[in-house]
């Protein structure tokens, strides 16, 4: 093998590399990284306004994915030689049911936190009676003595 097979090396250049940090070549294709986070507030607005219409659209994929699983019944009983057109439908469906819930993981991670913060709370405050306990009862045994 000699080096005339290969492509030239790309040849670096401060100035450009500095403009195109926040993009990138794969196969000869120049590709943008959006790297800014949504706001808080932005975050929180859309769940909470969309959570019925989350629901809803949860309730209606969850629908048709009974429909497309009788319909597949039906026709592997019928044509089995059909059944990957819906296979692949049932396996998209699944997929939005997998990106709906995992759009209530900001969620389920605030009552997780709540739940371990709770319980934290009660078993410091047992703590906190205890020692006031042994601190009433070193104070009435002193006061005994004394």
Known sequence: ?????????PEFDSLEHEQSKDQYTSFGLNWSVNDCLPLLNDIIDINNANNNNKIDL???II???LL???ELVGIMSIE????????????????????????????????????LMESELIRKQSQI???????????NVLNSVI
């Open 58 to 60: 949860l309730n209606e």
């Open 68 to 70: 497309k699983y009788l």
């Open 80 to 115: 089995p030689e059909q059944f990957p057109k819906n296979v692949d439908e049932i396996r998209v469906l699944l997929i939005n049911i997998h990106h709906i819930l995992n759009q209530y993981r900001p969620h389920q991670a605030r009552e997780s936190v709540i739940s």
């Open 129 to 139: 009676k205890l020692i006031r306990d042994a601190c009433e009862n070193a104070e």
């Open 1 to 9: 093998m000699d080096g005339s097979a290969f492509p030239p090396p």
């Open 63 to 65: 629908n048709n994915l």
